[in-house]
């Protein structure tokens, strides 16, 4: 390395994910030298702040990875499967959080929670970060995965607009502000269709405000949509259970930031709520709030912003033997996003510096 | 009977059922001769139109019910467990839309689609309408329970805030108007809370403007609650199937008016999703919404204000045999709690009609 601190780059610093991601890097133990800011050449010369200096953006090419360690790559799919390769062809690992690379049998896919020793076999120079929906439960379900054994999974997502990026709260702004005040709005088929701006502007397959839809990512085979497939391949791949039986129906609410989740989990051996809750709260990420008398369960509006996995309603089936009930909720940019590939990052630069 | 055609009572005919009650009843084949509308004494006296005339409201009382032959009850539990025994022992059948009595041996419990012949056996002179929630999704699952035989649910909710009465929209208009136009709200813990008016004065235990709350009903035993509770117990009932395996979450979210169910069931018999499909569109209480390649898919927006149980998402299980995973709607006011009441009432009438 040329400085005693690795050189990171992050590819889509202006992005939604890319925003948070500044901000977790200004707030993290600063383990690198250079931070250098990528974005799409009309975002070249744009300043913005990380560690509380000023850093201008410089456009994506070849040269920018020069000297890099570590590239972050907070973009679109296919300019992740562009350029990643050519982030690690000049010397730098890429931690992607995008879907391009997720399920290569050649590139890790790591929750520092679950598999950290993952990283270490990386053939292309690649290490991908889950999909959010995925990453909102994962701590918490590696933690009690690895004292019973995950066997079963059946999930129902609760998933916020900010998971689409910036489009996705500038349209829920935009269509609470077209209903607000009208108080008889959501009562009659149609009528929230009618008063928000016109859908073809939205990237959302229907009204938002008052609703629920439930369709998220790109529909695939079979009826299911990309999101859904994601949660189960990505859970077994991170876990390391290939025969994980996993159903899941991802549905977008009126949430800004914050994925919950509603999550059936079935193990090998028997779990009883008390010991569940006793293995949550001793992992480190992991936050249980479980106290329904008094009101105490998590809510996005109340863990937005915070970087834990938060877990409550944790009940014991009553029908089903082995299987605990729960609702787990996690901030999609943070932990779903930003603040895990910069985790993974952090293991990297760990590793460089152990050399 | 005193006339050609059975009176019908409407007790609590000024609350948010009863006034969907009165629409229902002035849109519906009138079966019926007079309809006495009945409310607290407070708003005795009250004109309310129905069936296009100007009815008074008469107080409760025990003289209300003589000469009624039927009388539905959308009030409070205690108000029911009270007053349904009162117009029994005058006569009445009385259709019972609380929980005083779901789960009572000795009353049935009743979905048309269901068990219509279950209101034949009714020694207490009362008969159940079953909780909103459970009652969103009996059509399409008794019609598919038939053919396949159900065996298991594991269910999450989307629960829209009218299943609480009125107090519950009146409450997510007024959160919508405090947070509207506000174009950084949802994205620091807490920041929703401090913009909604005081939850003291609220229905609900958290913020439901941009958050979802996995909290509905009261809190039973075991950190169950009583809406999860209602979903397993009422279901074994109207099915008629007690060993029935059933997990529910039930969670709040910021709808006005139609409950969401995302829907894994297993049963029986090897069951594909176009045998489902084909199940589904003969019953004739049920519209399958299925196409979500050009966006149609059910959402309570769009469906709220109409009588049918909508299906969606129809998807064959990937891990789980003889497995669908769906998404289901249907208006809580009127399927989930008026028109099925309704419903049964008519099949009272009729039956009172062929003696």
Not at 33 to 53: D, F, H, M, N, T
Not at 323 to 328: H, I, P, Q
Request: charged share 20%; glycine share 8%; proline share 8%.
């Amino acid at each position: 390395m040329s400085s005693d601190k690795p050189t990171l780059a992050v590819v889509g610093a202006t992005g939604a994910v890319g925003t948070v991601m500044l901000e977790i890097l200004s707030s993290r133990p600063d383990v690198w030298g250079e931070i250098r800011l990528i974005a799409s050449p009309r975002s070249a010369g744009k300043k913005l702040v990380v560690r509380e200096r000023e850093v201008e953006v410089v456009a994506l090419s070849p040269e920018a990875f020069d000297g890099v360690d570590v590239a972050m790559f907070d973009v679109p799919d296919e300019v992740s499967a562009q350029w990643a390769p050519v982030a690690a062809s000049r010397g730098a690992v890429a931690v992607d959080n995008s879907g391009a690379f997720r399920m290569d049998p050649d590139v890790p896919l790591v929750v520092p929670e679950c598999n950290p020793e993952a990283i270490a076999r990386r053939p292309k120079g690649i290490i991908a970060n889950p999909n959010c929906t995925t990453l909102s439960m994962m701590a918490a379900l590696g933690a009690l995965h690895r004292e019973y054994g995950l066997r079963e999974l059946v999930v129902a997502s609760y998933q916020a607009v900010s998971g689409m990026g910036v489009a996705g709260p500038e349209r829920l702004y935009d269509e609470i502000a077209a209903v607000a005040g009208n108080r008889a709005i959501g009562t009659v088929a149609g009528d929230v269709r009618k008063a928000v701006p016109d859908l073809v502007d939205s990237p959302f397959p229907a009204p938002l405000a008052f609703n629920v839809v439930p369709a998220a990512g790109s529909l695939k085979e079979d009826g299911w949509f990309s999101e859904e497939l994601k949660v189960r391949n990505e859970s077994r791949k991170i876990l390391g259970i290939p025969d994980l039986k996993v159903s899941a129906t991802c549905v977008r609410v009126p949430v800004i930031t914050t994925h919950s989740l509603a999550v059936h989990a079935t193990f090998d051996e028997p779990v009883t709520v008390a010991a569940a809750r006793a293995v949550l709260e001793a992992a480190p990420t992991v936050v249980v709030l479980d106290d329904p008398a008094k009101g105490v369960f998590p809510t996005p509006a109340d863990v937005v912003g915070t970087d834990p996995t938060y877990v409550g309603r944790i009940r014991q089936a009553l029908d089903f033997p082995n299987t605990l009930d729960m609702f787990v909720c996690g901030d999609n940019l943070r932990k779903g996003a930003a603040l895990n590939t910069a985790e993974i990052a952090e293991l990297v630069a760990a590793e460089l510096s152990s050399r």
